[in-house]
Every structure is written in C-alpha cells, then in structure tokens.
C-alpha cells in the first residue's frame, strides 16, 4: 500500500494566489482529516471528512478555507486568497474508521505564502 | 479546548536510559493515542489505549491512563538514537464526535 499521498510536497505563492493542496487516503479507509501545523499552535484539526461528508469543519481559520472530497479516493484543500499568515505544513490523514482508529498521515505539504 | 498538553515540552536524555512523557487532557475522552514525528515527516500511530484501559505495551513502549486525573504517560524504555522525535498524544473527546484533538508534543532527544 503506497499510504496517504499528497501533492505537492511544496508550495511557495505569492499573498493573494489561489493554492490547492491534494490528498489521496489510503483504499478502503472512510475517514479523512486535514491538519495544519505550526510551530505557534502545534497541530490543528481543520475539517474532517467521513464518507465523503464533511462531518466538522469548525477548525477552517476563515472563508478563504474550503475543502471537498468529491470521491471516496480524493481530497482538496483551497486557500484563496493566500496570506503570509497561512504558511504552514498541512497534513493529510485517513483512518478507516473514527476515534477508535488510528490515522494515518501523508508526508504533508510545506506551503510557503510570500 | 480539548487538546492534549505533553510534559515536557522537551526532554534530553543518554542512549539506553528510560523517557517518560506525559499527556493531560481536559474532557472524558474513549481513547487516546500516541503518535511520532520525526523532523520534517508525517505523524506514525505508536500505541492506542482505550478508556476502560489502564496499562499497555508495544514492544520498548509502555502507556498508562489515569481518567480520574484526566493523563497519560509513555515511556519508552531503553532508549536508542532513532528514538529522537516529537511524541504527541491524541485524545476524542466524549461528546466531540470521532475526531482526534493532537497535543503539542514533546520534542525528545536521545544522546548517542
């Protein structure tokens, strides 16, 4: 199994450019999360995902944030516009279940907003 | 909020003694998990422990749950170089769906 997959590995923008981060979840796992960590407040849950469903974006900072997961094998996270304050590594994770699961996290996307 | 705090927030220490770090939490939580981060990767699932649980060990890992006083502790006996990461412990809340809260990590180094 190739794991959690994201792209790209890195992200350099200028402030005010549309980014969007892709996840690929692990087969046959129903749940995905997308956390962004930072050296100032450490890992945050964004939103997270169960069958395809949102199920609680209540960590999205603000409307600049939207995610989607079209299909049980993909996922995105959209900045627009991008700021400095957004720059970040953003992980991606799946379990195949809820809490009583253990997540699996992609290698993260280090995004750097100029 | 219901995040995790880790104790310490870093820790040295010599090849081959023990580490121990702690977690508290602040609402009832099912389980709690612990997780690695080695610099500049994606976190690794260590060890889940179930509220109704007490003890349990995987291999050099040892962790303990005390829902009375709302913490956790791993220990990580006989430590080696590749042990250098950040530990984070995970906890869902009761009332918080499935979701997972992360900790902010203890950064432990083991001295060759």
């Known amino acids: 199994d190739a794991g959690v997959i994201q792209s790209p590995r890195h992200e350099v923008t200028e402030m005010g450019q549309e980014v969007t981060l892709r996840c690929k979840p692990i087969s046959g796992h129903n749940s995905l999360f997308w956390y962004r960590q930072t050296m100032m407040r450490g890992l945050e849950l964004l939103i997270y995902f169960n069958n395809n469903v949102p199920i609680d974006d209540s960590g999205m900072p603000e409307d600049r944030f939207s995610a989607k997961m079209p299909n049980a094998s993909f996922s995105t996270l959209k900045i627009q516009p991008s700021e400095p304050r957004d720059s970040a590594v953003y992980f991606c994770?799946?379990?195949?279940?809820?809490?009583?699961?253990?997540?699996?996290f992609g290698p993260g996307t280090r995004l750097t907003v100029t | 909020s219901q995040q995790g705090e880790e104790d310490p927030q870093a820790l040295s220490i010599q090849e081959g003694e023990n580490a121990t770090m702690n977690c508290s939490y602040k609402?009832?939580?099912?389980?709690l998990q612990w997780y690695r981060q080695n610099s500049g990767r994606g976190l690794v699932h260590l060890i889940l422990?179930?509220?109704?649980?007490r003890e349990k060990h995987s291999g050099r890992l040892r962790v303990t749950l005390d829902t009375s006083k709302k913490s956790s502790s791993l220990l990580i006996t006989a430590s080696r170089a590749a042990d250098t990461a950040s530990y984070f412990c995970a906890t869902d809340a009761v009332k918080a769906g499935n979701q997972f809260y992360f900790g902010t990590g203890t950064s432990l180094t083991v001295i060759p």
């Open positions: 422990i179930r509220s109704n649980e």
């Open positions: 609402t009832s939580i099912n389980n």
């Open positions: 994770a799946s379990s195949p279940g809820g809490g009583g699961y253990e997540q699996y």
